[in-house]
């Protein structure tokens, strides 16, 4: 079974600064089914990038990913005010899975 | 525009049954396939069921199967998901999801509901 897991569990960082979010699969998994969203308080998720590296309709392309095999990455490259969430990587192999998520504060 | 509706959550004994429903609008539901996921307070995501677009096929976590079922009816646009032999731990907001391409299942979601609470006390 698939564990993935993600470093930091929090992020403390400023507004305009880089943010780079780790996603690390306990076993390769295929690009085309890894997915990045964005939660914040009270909300539910957003899907921010899928197949590993493609934004969704609407994303900024302040965010980016990129990885392959087991190691993935959420890159947010000036954060602004609205971007400090919850960030959840996730897979989908014989079942969609959550990563424990990274709280960028 | 894409909408989903979550309804029926609430305080519900150990040991009984609910039903979530997920009404959905600005698309056909026949076209996707649905997911529920939930989220436990204070805690991060977990998928807990998929239907298919056209119901043929279900699929369930392991920390559900044999007590929820999901099923849909699509000239109705719901989604549904049956909740049996409740949890202390099955409590947590539930989302229903669309996946992202019709006809596909490619396991994420574009869209969500905002979620309805399920709270089944210890």
Redo the contacts between chains.
């Keep these: 079974e698939i564990v993935l897991t993600q470093s930091p569990g929090t992020l403390s960082l400023s507004p305009g600064e880089r943010a780079t979010l780790s996603c690390r699969a306990s076993q390769s998994v295929s690009s085309t089914y890894l997915a990045w969203y964005q939660q914040k308080r009270g909300q539910a998720p957003r899907l921010l990038i899928y197949g590993a590296v493609k934004r969704a309709t609407g994303i900024p392309d302040r965010f980016s990913g990129s990885g392959s095999g087991t190691d993935f990455t959420l890159t947010i490259s000036r954060l602004e005010p609205e971007d400090f969430a919850v960030y959840y990587c996730q897979q989908y192999g014989t079942s969609p899975l959550f990563g424990q998520g990274t709280k960028l504060e | 525009q894409v909408q989903l509706e979550e309804s029926g959550g609430g305080v519900v004994q150990p040991g009984r049954s609910l039903r979530l429903s997920c009404v959905a609008s600005g698309f056909s539901l026949s076209r996707y396939g649905m997911?529920w996921?939930r989220q436990a307070p204070g805690k991060?995501?977990?998928?807990v069921a998929?239907s298919w677009y056209d119901g043929s096929n279900r699929?369930y976590?392991d920390s559900v199967k044999g007590r929820f079922t999901i099923s849909r009816d699509n000239p109705m646009n719901t989604l549904y998901l049956q909740m049996n032999s409740l949890r202390a731990e099955d409590t947590a907001v539930y989302?229903c999801a669309r996946e992202?391409s019709d006809y596909e299942s490619?396991?994420?979601?574009?869209y969500?509901?905002?979620?309805t609470l399920v709270t089944v006390p210890s």
Aim: hydrophobic residues 40%; negative net charge.
């Design positions: 997911h996921v991060g995501l977990e998928w998929l699929q976590a989302y992202y490619e396991g994420f979601f574009d969500w509901g905002q979620g």
